[in-house]
């Protein structure tokens, strides 16, 4: 992604076609992001249209020695941790009911090729508050501390839900192993 001065200055003085201009050249990064914590396109879209119009409204701050694509996406990133907070209750990150997986083990150091497809649908079959904190550990290098502190939450719950993706994967990773060797 190679975002012009040009651009973002005409961008900053309110130039529309050049609003439109950022917005594509920035939506395929926002939109990736998006839809590891959302289900489906819309409310994708509507979390990347929420940040696109901070980064809007952000721009004249954003200093040009940072390079654009990360700050974009910690802008997403905070917007997705703000829409969590605001739309969800507790209920999806307060373990109430532990969910028992079966313990079952994938064969060792077997390589296999799962497509990327497959393992979003994986990580869209974790419930909501699991699938975020996960998203947040293991793709976007949150600590524990980092996610507790950002979702307000405790940093033991933030561990608990990790596990618990862990195990899930790994029984969903599991249950793919045994249809490819059949």
Request: hydrophobic content about 40%; aromatic content about 8%.
């Amino acid at each position: 992604m190679n975002i012009s001065k040009e651009l973002l200055d005409k961008v900053i003085a309110g130039d529309r076609k050049s609003q439109i201009e950022l917005y594509r050249q920035c939506f395929n990064v926002l939109m990736s992001s998006a839809y590891r914590y959302h289900n489906n396109e819309d409310d994708a879209a509507a979390v990347v249209n929420a940040a696109f119009l901070k980064i809007l409204t952000k721009l004249d701050s954003y200093n040009d020695k940072a390079p654009f694509k990360a700050w974009i996406k910690r802008i997403i990133l905070n917007e997705i941790i703000d829409e969590f907070r605001k739309n969800k209750k507790r209920k999806d990150l307060i373990v109430s009911a532990r969910e028992d997986y079966p313990e079952e083990t994938a064969p060792a150091e077997i390589d296999y090729d799962i497509e990327a497809e497959y393992l979003e649908e994986m990580l869209n079959e974790l419930p909501k508050g699991t699938r975020v904190v996960f998203n947040l550990f293991a793709i976007d290098g949150y600590s524990h501390k980092e996610i507790a502190e950002e979702l307000s939450i405790k940093a033991e719950t933030s561990k608990w839900h990790v596990k618990e993706a862990r195990k899930k994967l790994k029984l969903l990773l599991n249950k793919k192993l045994v249809k490819l060797e059949k």
